[in-house]
């Protein structure tokens, strides 16, 4: 789910449209990938099996209504903790990374390790490129950030 928060919030960042449509299109891709599957013959998954895989929950929901709720000071926290970068600098998609992670530690939804660990991974997928500059910088700012809420 967190895969989807993260491209959600990179199409929010870019403007491909308004979070509604971009929630919308979300949903509606989910739900096709769930009728490709129950409708794959040779997939065999019993629907609770497809409903865990293809749907979409409230922590998606939930999460990335907080998330543009709390923008400014999500942004802000991590503002605080670059040393030589500003926030437009930094790749859009570890922007919304790190938006995410920051986002679980200050609710506390999430232990630190944790989110950490999870936003770490989503670099690896994502944006490291093989050098592990992306993941390393991620690790040592949101490791900052998650001293700080601590």
Not at 50 to 66: C, K, M, R, V
Not at 122 to 141: C, Q, R, S
């Amino acid at each position: 789910m967190r895969e989807l928060i993260v491209q959600t919030l990179y199409n929010i960042e870019v403007g491909v449209a308004e979070k509604e449509e971009i929630i919308a299109f979300t949903s509606e891709f989910v739900a096709d990938l769930r009728k490709e599957a129950a409708d794959d013959p040779t997939i065999e998954l019993d629907e609770k099996v497809l409903d865990d895989a293809f749907t979409i929950g409230d922590f998606y929901f939930t999460t990335l209504e907080g998330i543009t709720d709390s923008i400014g000071k999500i942004d802000q926290l991590i503002v605080d903790h670059l040393e030589g970068w500003s926030l437009s600098r930094l790749n859009k998609v570890d922007k919304a990374i790190l938006r995410l992670a920051v986002y679980e530690m200050m609710e506390g939804t999430t232990p630190i390790k944790v989110a950490i660990n999870e936003a770490i991974e989503l670099t690896k997928n994502f944006t490291d490129i093989g050098d592990k500059k992306a993941p390393n910088f991620n690790n040592k700012l949101l490791d900052k950030i998650g001293k700080s809420l601590s």
